[in-house]
């Protein structure tokens, strides 16, 4: 019966990249979930290019929003056909490209590569695999807005490297708004938004809020001290 998020005022640029931050319950998934109306708004109004998302055709509306969760669902299928999931036309050249781009190029060094099957949800996958899988689904359908909710909190941070050289460099216009809580991640995006209890506590970009006293500057001067901790 509480409102899960309020006075959002938020206007996002086609072919943008906005990192979404925030503590555990601040808001961030819910917020993410509405554009593809997972859930809907109980009050304002939320549009794309103009439209209330409520207007468009549901399927139509999906279909142009590629979606990687940290909580992968992986089919009982083969890995290309997870890949080429959103497209069963798809060639498999570029099933390979997205994945290679989404850095799932272990997929060759499984015993059936491509046509490897796996199990619901990904079952003999590590967490990492199956969020590179999962960002390849994503990617296959070239969409034009691409939401990734903690896509690559399970891959090493050299993996993850490779992974935003990436999505830097596509060959098709996306928008992408990513949740994330590391911030070699939302160095990268062109603005940075912080929630906290549902509502905007900051916005800007890498370099104005690590300068400044908010949840953002404390997070960059923890992380900044981790490898020398582990050094110590």
């Not at 390849?136 to 050289?165: G, Y």
């Not at 939302?186 to 690590?210: C, F, P, Y």
């Amino acid at each position: 019966g509480q409102p899960v998020l309020r006075h959002i005022d938020l206007h996002i640029n086609p072919g943008e990249t906005v990192a979404i931050m925030g503590p555990t319950g601040s808001g961030k998934t819910s917020l993410v979930n509405l554009i593809p109306r997972f859930t809907d708004v109980s009050g304002g109004t939320l549009t794309i290019d103009g439209t209330p998302v409520g207007r468009y055709d549901l399927q139509g509306l999906r279909h142009a929003i590629g979606i990687a969760t940290q909580d992968v669902f992986l089919f009982s299928d083969t890995v290309d056909g997870n890949i080429a999931y959103g497209d069963s036309s798809m060639s498999e050249e570029m099933t390979h490209h997205y994945a290679h781009i989404s850095a799932a190029d272990f997929i060759y060094k499984m015993e059936e590569g491509f046509d490897t099957i796996v199990g619901e949800r990904g079952v003999g996958l590590s967490g990492g695999q199956k969020q590179r899988i999962a960002l390849a689904r994503a990617l296959a359908v070239r969409p034009a807005i691409l939401i990734l909710d903690d896509t690559t909190s399970a891959v090493d941070m050299e993996t993850e490297h490779f992974i935003q050289e990436s999505l830097s460099h596509l060959d098709f216009p996306c928008t992408k708004l990513i949740v994330a809580q590391r911030i070699s991640t939302t160095r990268r995006a062109d603005r940075v938004i912080v929630l906290k209890d549902g509502e905007i506590a900051e916005m800007g970009t890498h370099e104005e809020l690590s300068k400044g006293n908010g949840y953002y500057a404390e997070i960059c001067r923890l992380q900044e001290a981790m490898p020398l901790t582990k050094v110590l």
